[in-house]
């Protein structure tokens, strides 16, 4: 029996989801007791340390703000010590400061925590629901992040999901996961697909090739200082001057009004997604020793006035992203929406305008990404036998089924983070996959996934049954006292629904930016060119600039400008012990290497002595 299941999660901006494979080859996404899959990404810290998360985090908003988080996916890997990062964090309700080497910290009842410590909340909270959704321990996932996420992001996500004692199998880019779910729905001809993702905080599009079970990405574009956040700025701009006009005074003078102002903007934008007219009203208010109303209303037409450049600005990424992949809007087979901002209907509209076709509206924005990173993570530990069966069951099923060993590890690190479980409320029980109710006067957008075209039966043995007939399990283990998700995967593995191994999709990705490190004057010397596929490494040679000089420092940077100044400086590493000569006698080759999660590492060798240098790079930011 193995030790446990490999879970798919989008660690996201607003929201995370947990999903995983089941031995049919469907993924399910895992919702906690009350129902709910699409957990909040907030955190809420309580004076006596103890960590909430999700919808019992976001109820705190507004009763704790200083001490509550939201929207920390931002900042992640972004060195605080840059004055445009700590200009955007003051906008925050809590405080988010520079740690060592600039590191995002967030600070709650005067103990300091990184955004890695964040991180590894939110990821805890979810195995947490997971391990209750299926009853088994859930030692290992796959993490995605978004396509232009930086060596420094990356890293950071990989480390949260270590902290929150996941053994992270891989990260994986968020277009290329949406690609994999869709993946199952295709029709197996060769075909170019774009992904369009506009999320809370970042808008990324990405251009794939699908050839059978190969995701090649030939390119991917992105804008990170746009998001759905920026939308709930407008709105909440607006709602300011209405109340300026209707009061004389700011909400910033209230900071709990302040709040549930900025909580209601957000409110407002995703009602107007199903209806023509939404506002906010509150009786009252307590501000500068006045007692007053206010009352705000906006229109579907007065929101996508204030918003209509934001969508256009996201048309600038997709020329890009065409132009990178060498594609013409012509060549686009499918477009397929990722992201809690593609349900706005003018942002549809303008996309359906752009790419001359309407989007697919088979999946789900919300789950998508998840879905996809669960089949990636039911592909690394070996597809349907993931699902342990019992040992009673095993018995009784004939030698001829494979039963590959699982890679899991011998002891995966529990967290030590004080993450509140999940309510437990009435019997533990996991709901099967099933799309909350669309909004009213929108399309139902529930996915249906077929079955997985290539997917057969497993061959029927003597004295097992045959095609789809179900197997009686053992007296002495009842289904019912099972949670509902490891009933239904024993029983698809008994009745013979389960998925017969098939290849794992080859994923081929590309970095999104840039690599290369400073040399004379400012200037940027390349190495890693963006678009290039992952796994890659690249060697430069570079020789000393003075006589004698026996250090040198490389600052590593990633980006498109030609200085240092218009990139992001990734770290600094030094090399030293190097012999004694005249400037330019002395020449060090410099490698560097990405792995398939776009994670980077680098080497240096003085060629002269063929010794190898040992480089630390200390991350900014990370
Ligand atoms: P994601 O990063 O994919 O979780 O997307 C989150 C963003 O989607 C946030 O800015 C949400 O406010 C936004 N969002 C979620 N639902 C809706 C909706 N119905 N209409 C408009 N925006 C939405």
Partial sequence: MSKGLAVGIDLGTTTSLASVGMPDGQPRLLRDTQGHGIIPSVVSILPDGRILVGQRAKERLVLDPENTFFSTKRFIGRDMRREENSWAAAAYPFRIHAGENGVPTIRA????????????????YLKKVAEQATGLPVPQAVITVPANFNDVQRTTTRQAGERAGFEVLRVVNEPTAAALAYGLERSGENERIAVYDFGGGTFDMTILELRGQVYEVLATAGNTLLGGDDFDKRIFDRMAKAFQAQTGLHPREN???HQRMFLAAERIKCQLSDWLVAGFTERGVEIAGRRVDFQFEMSREQFNEACGDLVDMSFDVCDEALRLADCT??????IILVGGTTRVPLLRERVTKYFLRPPLDKLQPDTVVSLGAAIQAFSLVGGPTMWPVPAQVAAGIRAETPTPALGVPAAVPETSLPVEEPAREGPLQAVPLQAPAPP????DLRMTLEPPRGLGLPAPH???????????????????SMPALQAEAMQSIL????AAPRPAPVLIDV?????????VGGNVEAIIRRNSQVPVEKSRLFATTSDDQT???????QGEGKKVDENVVLGEMTLEDLPHGPRGSVSVKVTFELDTDGIFSATAVDINTGRAQRIRLTLFGG
Avoid: K
């Avoid at 009842?109 to 805890?124: E, F, S």
């Avoid at 009745?495 to 389960?498: F, K, Q, W």
């Fill in 109 to 124: 009842h005067g103990r300091d925590y990184t955004l890695t410590d964040v991180g590894g909340m939110i990821l805890a």
């Fill in 255 to 257: 900071g709990e009004f």
């Fill in 329 to 334: 809007l012509t060549s686009i087979d499918q």
């Fill in 440 to 443: 009213r006067g929108t399309r």
């Fill in 462 to 480: 003597p004295g097992s049954p045959a095609g789809g007939a179900r197997m009686p399990l053992p007296p002495s283990l009842s289904v019912g």
């Fill in 495 to 498: 009745s013979g629904r389960a």
């Fill in 511 to 519: 970095t999104p930016m840039t690599l290369g490190i400073q040399t």
């Fill in 551 to 557: 250090t040198v420092l490389i600052r590593v940077c």
